[in-house]
């Protein structure tokens, strides 16, 4: 009798690669009181990319800034590059925000704030809005602030800087918990510098070029600073890019749909009409989480006024 061995070769499967199915430049224009912002996410061009509502680079000068406003129905993600700000809410909750800091505020039911710079020097940064779902948006909210200290940090290699700000890049993992599940990595790569990024499949999201050049996407599109690259959804996981330049500077920001009604009215973002119609009511009346905001006024709104 003979016998036979059969042998079984595994191959592995190469990961599937996203692709950019969209770029749109920023154009600057004005928001708030004399500030200056590059608007990715929020613009005319693309309302907004479910989860997120808006993603603003932000350059503002003394007296410039966000003096008292409200917010309600969704957190924003404040990311400092350069300079300084003040941030001081109608609960008391006050503090100074600097170069690499993090504030993760979850506004939910109701949030009144002011954002101004707390000197004369230029402060650049991003400004994030992602979306919380009905079941979260009358939630308590709540602050999560990391010094640039505290911010995890990783170099896979000479010449790879990745901050991770929300979620996990090469092993790293943020300390930051979303309501909404969300990836926000900080990216520098000196040119001819390659990564990797892994992203979850069923995440929707974007990159934003800050600073240089490089290569996105399976497909290498080309890019240069102040772009919104809408990624693909192709199931893919991970992100490719090979930095073209010695400053190149980006974020790449994903998240995991909502896939509910979207309905926004400046600083209020909820399901329904009438739900954006009661938010009003209720910051002119101070309920429902507005308590005491008619009255309130920030001892930092007048800072800059001559």
């Known amino acids: 009798m003979s016998s036979s061995t059969t042998t079984t070769t595994t191959t592995a499967t190469a990961p599937i690669a996203r692709n950019i199915t969209q770029s749109v430049f920023s154009r600057e224009q004005m928001d708030g009181v004399g500030a200056k912002v590059h608007r990715s996410i929020g613009s005319y061009s693309l309302r907004n990319l479910d989860p997120f509502l808006m993603l603003d680079e932000f350059d503002v000068q003394a007296p410039g800034g966000f003096p008292d406003h409200p917010h309600r ?143 996105y996407g399976g497909e290498k599109k080309y890019s240069e600073a102040h772009h919104t690259l809408v990624l693909s959804n192709n199931g893919g996981t991970v992100v490719p890019v090979e930095s073209t330049s010695d400053d190149c500077h980006f974020v790449v920001i994903a998240g995991k749909p909502i896939n509910e009604p979207i309905v926004q009215h400046g600083p209020f973002v909820m399901n329904t009409q009438q739900e954006v119609y009661q938010a009003f009511m209720d910051y002119q009346q101070g309920r429902n989480g507005f308590e005491g905001a008619p009255e309130w006024t920030s001892s930092i709104r007048d800072r800059w006024s001559s």
């Open 73 to 215: 129905g969704f957190e924003t993600v404040t990311y400092m590059l350069d300079g300084e700000f003040l941030h001081e809410d109608f609960k008391g909750h006050k503090g100074r925000i600097g170069p690499g800091d993090l504030q993760w505020m979850s506004a939910a039911k109701g949030i009144v704030h002011a954002e101004i710079p707390a000197s004369n020097s230029k402060a650049h940064g991003l400004q994030l809005w992602v979306n919380l779902s009905k079941k979260d948006k009358m939630s308590e909210p709540n602050y999560q602030e990391f010094p640039s200290e505290q911010v995890k940090q990783v170099s896979p290699e000479e010449g790879i800087t990745i901050k991770v700000i929300a979620g996990e890049s090469y092993g790293v993992q943020s300390p930051v918990m979303t309501r909404t599940p969300t990836m926000f990595i900080d990216v520098k790569l000196k040119k001819g510098k390659k990564i990797e990024q892994i992203i979850p499949e069923n995440y929707a999201g974007f990159i934003y070029t800050i600073a240089g050049t490089a290569l």
